[in-house]
């Protein structure tokens, strides 16, 4: 018969087995697991380059898709298309620029309808090359005052008048104008103001919680002439 002293011994021994088996088989699927994700992530590389190389030996062909696509206006087709020249780092082929502020001018002025013409055709930014859906700027344009416009005291109030855009919806009610001699005039797409007299550059700025955008405007604002005194406004 075995002793108490021997028994407990086997005990241990059988419990430290069961603990080094059930460490081993642990470890052991720790390291098959890790090498399983390290084939699998080895496996889906070598998937992109190879959908990347096939890319890249018939970029030709896709351009030329691209551009049936854009002759034909189908630009959300396009865009497709455009972002995959992108992925790929190919985002200056051929006249590959020009297009993209195509479509991104397109969709702009899709936006900006009550901007007057002359507006958007000055001062829209279409010298980015960006994504047209994954751009996160913020376009600023002010209606009114007009560039170079005069007023006179009697003019007051002024109205300001502003929108700020981006590809993720209109932002203009967060429109903060400022001018360089009278500071912060208020908030708002469209506000009313009185400035003192002389030259003012009136700024408009705008965000979309994510970029900033501006545009300045400059006016002047003079005295009442003899003429106006003696009609003053009713």
Do not use: C
């Not at 002010?142 to 109205?159: A, K």
């Not at 002047?220 to 003696?230: G, N, Q, S, V, W």
């Amino acid at each position: 018969m075995l002793s108490q002293k021997t028994w407990y011994s086997i005990q241990v021994i059988v419990i430290l087995t069961v603990f080094f088996l059930v460490l081993f088989s642990l470890v052991f699927k720790l390291i098959v697991e890790q090498r399983s994700v390290s084939l699998q992530k080895r496996a889906e590389q070598m998937e992109t380059e190879r959908i990347k190389k096939a890319f890249i030996d018939n970029i030709d062909d896709q351009y030329n898709q691209l551009l049936k696509l854009y002759a034909a206006k189908e630009y959300e087709k396009a865009i497709e298309i455009i972002k995959v020249f992108n992925k790929y780092e190919k985002s200056d082929y051929e006249n590959l620029p020009e297009i993209k502020k195509t479509i991104r001018l397109f969709y702009l002025k899709k936006k900006l309808a009550f901007v007057p013409e002359i507006h958007l055709n000055d001062y829209i930014k279409v010298s980015k090359d960006i994504d047209i859906e994954e751009d996160e700027s913020t376009e600023v344009f002010i209606r009114t005052p007009r560039y170079g416009q005069y007023f006179y005291i009697s003019d007051f109030p002024i109205v300001l008048e502003g929108i700020a855009l981006s590809v993720a919806g209109d932002f203009s009610d967060g429109i903060v104008w400022t001018s360089n001699r009278d500071g912060e005039l208020g908030k708002g797409t469209k506000i009313r103001v009185r400035l003192s007299l002389g030259e003012h550059q009136i700024t408009a700025t705008g965000t979309n919680g994510i970029q900033t955008g501006s545009m300045t405007t400059q006016i002047f604002i003079e005295k009442d002439p003899d003429f106006l005194k003696a009609y003053p406004k009713k």
